[in-house]
């Protein structure tokens, strides 16, 4: 097993679902973000999805975009969130899942980047612009490196393509749960409960939910019928209320916590 379907499957044994904060890496500036991951680990999160900045992140709401743009300006490039992705795995003893999209990956070089990867203990990556079909290559790469290539799929993946996404699958399935792009929310009227039962039925992998999980509400409804959620733009919107890193600190340490008690309301956490 990879260390991500080691933790991912411990988790789901104990019981225990866990909140993933999606952060830019190197937003709002690389000393606040890196500050923001003892939050993250005080908060009880065992996993972090650090984003790569790119110029076009096409998956991505404008909240995250423009956190991308600020990250990309200060000078984080791929190289630098890969090192900041050893040091977060070293000091907070987080697992790291790195989001980034192809271009970067490929000007790096896949054998480079899954070295890379490997050498900064990275977990898990996500690829949103990688097609299944294309993505043989670059998961083989990662899985002899020991890490797992995560698959998404949407309300939209039909029964066919969950099963092919099924047999490649590693680490845990990301549900997206709605067919926009992130921070779009979740609707009341929607029909999460039965497309996360459809990818349950389909899949044994533990299934996290993401793409506009904001509030504990939201959180408590994925944890009635998913095994995770996973949040960004509702974090980084809390981040950017505040000047002073330390109250973004705090804040976003308070918000956290409040989530992980909602997606785990009978852990006394």
């Not at 996360?196 to 019928?225: H, K």
Request: net charge negative.
């Amino acid at each position: 097993m990879t260390r991500l379907a080691d933790l991912t499957s411990a988790l789901r044994a104990r019981g225990v679902k866990p909140l993933v904060p999606f952060l830019t890496a190197g937003y709002p500036d690389e000393a606040t973000f890196l500050g923001l991951m003892g939050a993250v680990k005080r908060a009880g999160c065992p996993l972090v999805e650090m984003g790569i900045p790119f110029s076009d992140p096409v998956a991505d709401g404008p909240v995250i975009q423009a956190s991308s743009q600020r990250a990309l300006a200060g000078g984080m490039t791929l190289t630098r969130t890969l090192e900041l992705a050893a040091m977060v795995r070293a000091e907070h003893d987080l697992a790291v899942v790195l989001m980034g999209y192809l271009n970067p990956i490929l000007h790096l070089g896949p054998d480079r980047f899954a070295t890379a990867c490997r050498e900064a203990a990275v977990a898990g990556v996500l690829v949103p612009d990688l097609p299944l079909e294309e993505a043989g290559g670059l998961r083989d790469l990662l899985l002899q490196a020991g890490v797992d290539l995560i698959d998404l799929v949407a309300p939209t993946t039909d029964q066919d393509r969950l099963e092919h996404h099924t047999a490649a699958a590693g680490g845990f399935m990301y549900l997206v749960s709605t067919t926009g792009v992130t921070g779009s929310g979740v609707n009341k009227g929607d029909d999460l409960e039965s497309y996360v039962a459809r990818v349950r039925r389909a899949n044994p992998l533990p299934l996290y939910v993401g793409f506009g999980i904001s509030t504990p509400d939201d959180a408590a409804r994925v944890a009635a019928c998913a095994d995770g959620a996973v949040v960004g733009s509702a974090l980084i919107r809390l981040i950017d209320q505040y000047d002073d890193p330390a109250a973004a600190n705090a804040a976003a340490e308070q918000y956290l916590a409040a989530m992980t008690v909602a997606l785990n309301p009978d852990k006394g956490q």
